[in-house]
């Protein structure tokens, strides 16, 4: 079921980084940027991170939490994002429950060949826990300042 403006967002539980878990409910009362991305250490995904990275402390200025979600394992997102030097919160969702519950886990065709991975989505969840804004299909540049300028006017 896709997901609809003013909707509820899907509610979630999952590891982050470095052994800790984040959970939607913990995040209550603060505006959510939840970005999916197909998989860590490519180069879409890994410019995507830097660039919401580079603008963490101005999503955080607005009130915003930023987390990536892949289905990559927690130990995966720690090598990323030491790699990298990220300090984003990075959601491993190896079930992909989540990825199914937002529509973000879709068949995808390269080549010819068909294949399940995630779409590059980015919702933004209002302080009340409901969606107020999607973004489909994504294109990397400029995405995150794009993001934040619309967490800015929420």
């Known amino acids: 079921m896709p997901l609809e403006i003013g909707a509820p967002a899907p509610a979630f539980t999952l590891p982050g980084g470095g052994a800790t878990t984040v959970s939607l409910a913990g995040l209550a009362g603060r505006k959510v940027v939840l970005y999916f991305y197909p998989k860590d250490d490519t180069s879409g995904c890994t410019q995507e991170a830097q660039e919401f ?55 995808k065709s390269m080549y010819g060949r068909k294949y399940m991975g995630v779409e590059r989505t980015t919702v933004l969840i209002d302080a009340d826990g409901r969606i107020a804004r999607i973004w489909p299909k994504v294109k990397v540049p400029g995405h995150a300042q794009e993001v934040l300028e619309a967490v800015r006017a929420l």
């Open 53 to 107: 990275n580079a603008l963490k402390a101005e999503f955080a200025a607005a009130g915003a939490e930023v987390i990536g979600m892949s289905p990559d394992s927690p130990k995966k997102h720690d090598k990323f994002a030491g790699k990298y030097g990220l300090d984003l919160t990075l959601a491993s969702d190896e079930t992909k429950d989540t990825l199914q519950a937002y529509g973000v886990w879709v068949e």
